[in-house]
């Protein structure tokens, strides 16, 4: 029998598809196990053969388990193997495309995460749905007010004042209609103190983790950037530079090229969606910053409070007419470069507005 050199693995809640394939591509056994028998699985496996599989659910647990056994293994992307698929789609033949993609030598792969990294990413998911839901009951709520005249202003301070303050004396509100606004308000003070629970949790991380207060130095990076960014890759490494680092969250020209036309369309809007967000909203707390003007107590005249060369930066853009939206991709892009520099970095690397531009 042919040795056994590539295993692809296609991963799903309660089985996993097997294929066992030689060097030139030969399938030589597919085997279904079960989600819960990776030591069987395991014990099938010739020594220190290379396992890959796709980056999807209990992708990274199933890596780190046959990593702590020897075995190399490699994760890709599921639009990178679908590819590879023959004819019709199957647990086995998605398991082939799996294997046969990884055998490409210009193929990319995704960096197996730490328990740690999976947890802090676990907090930012969970915060991030429970915000959902707050903001879902915060409608509801208001949807059922208004329904009896009661118009709430936009905003979270808001409906939050008026229900502490004016909703038990308010004598619009019908009777059955307040015992439904009650089970949501009773809903809503749980949902606030998980929300506080996580937030502080994160807190204690940007404190606590030595990346995260050195990501901290960067401007318009606070606690939950910071936290965030820890989560982009396993391994900061394994992106070339800084650009790259940048693509993998989509924040690089979307390109469409023919022949010797091309022409560059807006971000790709790819990897990360969640840190590509919050480094937006960096980018716009730093352009609010940037053009915040203060009067001089001795002379009267009006001038910018920030001077340090990252406003320098940003007021030089918009001077040259170039729209709000493109300079805060522009300046979100810079901070990914910025992060990714300290993430790979000296741990006594810092960022010093004053000092760098980035």
Same mark, same amino acid.
Not at 26 to 40: C, E, F, N, W
Not at 189 to 193: G, R, S, T
Not at 312 to 317: D, E, M
């Given at each position: 029998m042919e040795k056994v050199s590539i295993v692809g693995v296609d991963l799903s809640k309660h089985f996993m598809h097997v294929v066992f394939m030689t060097g030139n591509g030969?399938? =030589? #056994?597919? /085997?279904?196990? !079960? &989600?819960? !028998?990776? &030591? %069987?699985l395991a014990k099938d496996l010739p020594p220190k053969v290379t396992v890959c599989a796709e980056a999807c659910a209990r992708a990274h647990f199933f890596a780190r388990f046959l990593m702590k056994l020897g075995f190399n293994v490699k994760l890709i992307p599921p639009q990178y &193997? #679908? &590819?590879y698929v023959q004819r019709n789609k199957n647990d086995f033949n998605d398991a082939t495309a799996i294997a046969e993609a990884s055998t490409r030598a210009n193929m990319k792969f995704v960096p197996v995460k730490s328990e740690c990294i999976q947890g802090i990413q676990a907090l930012h998911t969970i915060? $991030? *749905?429970i915000m959902s839901v707050r903001v879902q009951f915060t409608n509801c709520i208001r949807g059922v007010l208004a329904e009896f005249g009661v118009s709430i202003l936009k905003g979270d301070a808001n409906i939050r004042r008026y229900l502490s303050?004016?909703?038990? $004396?308010?004598e619009r509100v019908n009777c059955f209609a307040r015992l439904a606004v009650d089970a949501l308000i009773k809903v809503l003070?749980? =949902?606030?103190?998980m929300e506080k629970q996580l937030q502080n949790e994160i807190h204690k991380i940007s404190k606590t983790n030595d990346k995260a207060c050195q990501l901290r130095t960067i401007p318009g990076i606070g606690e939950i950037g910071s936290t965030a960014l820890l989560t982009v890759s396993g391994d900061p490494h394994v992106f070339k530079n800084g650009r790259a680092f940048s693509a993998s969250i989509g924040l690089v020209? #979307? *390109? $469409?090229? %023919?022949?010797? $036309?091309?022409k560059q369309l807006g971000i790709s809007k790819q990897g990360n969606k969640y840190v590509r967000h919050i480094l937006v909203l960096c980018a716009r707390s730093l352009i609010t910053k940037a053009n915040r003007v203060v009067v001089s107590k001795t002379t009267g005249k009006i001038g910018y409070k920030s001077t340090d060369k990252m406003s320098?930066? =940003?007021? /030089?853009?918009l001077a040259r007419n170039v729209h709000t939206n493109k300079v805060c991709i522009a300046i979100a892009n810079k901070l990914a470069r910025i992060s990714y520099r300290i993430l790979v970095g000296d741990d006594k690397v810092k960022y010093d507005a004053n000092l760098s531009n980035g």
């Open positions: 030969s399938v =030589i #056994k597919r /085997k279904r196990y !079960s &989600a819960d !028998s990776l &030591a %069987t &193997a #679908k &590819a915060r $991030n *749905q303050m004016d909703y038990s $004396n308010d003070k749980e =949902i606030y103190e020209p #979307k *390109q $469409n090229e %023919t022949a010797e $036309n091309g320098l930066w =940003i007021r /030089k853009l």
